[in-house]
Nanobody, 115 residues
Framework: QVQLVESGGGLVQAGGSLRLSCAAS????????MGWYRQAPGKEREFVAR????????SYADSVKGRFTISRDNAKNTVYLQMNSLRPEDTARYYC????????WGQGTQVTVSS
């Protein structure tokens, strides 16, 4: 089992920044690819970013490329999502995801961007 706890969400004006954190406990964090997803009201959950277990490879949704940066600290069992130049359409609940042969989700943290 892997437990994931997200933090760092909040209310921010358009153009502002937030840094989300996801702390993992349980099995070996470095064995998992880590990702961020988001879900806005009335919409399906969508992929935001992923970082592979080594930390050397990342991928992003087109909608966040150049604005968001995913990183991980395997010594702290934590993955981060630095979000810059936030837009109202980034408003959603953001979920952390751990993926290997199994998959785990956190409870999410709310991000609200006002115009």
């Amino acid at each position: 089992q892997v437990q994931l706890v997200e933090s760092g969400g909040g209310l921010v004006q358009a153009g502002g920044s937030l840094r989300l954190s996801c702390a993992a406990s349980g099995r070996t964090f470095s064995s998992y690819d880590m990702g961020w997803y988001r879900q806005a009201p009335g919409k399906e959950r969508e992929f935001v970013a992923r970082i592979w277990r080594s930390g050397g490879i990342t991928s992003y949704a087109d909608s966040v490329k150049g604005r968001f940066t995913i990183s991980r600290d395997n010594a702290k069992n934590t993955v981060y999502l630095q979000m810059n130049s936030l837009r109202p359409e980034d408003t959603a609940r953001y979920y952390c995801n751990a993926r290997a042969n199994d998959m785990y989700w956190g409870q999410g943290t709310q991000v609200t961007v006002s115009s």
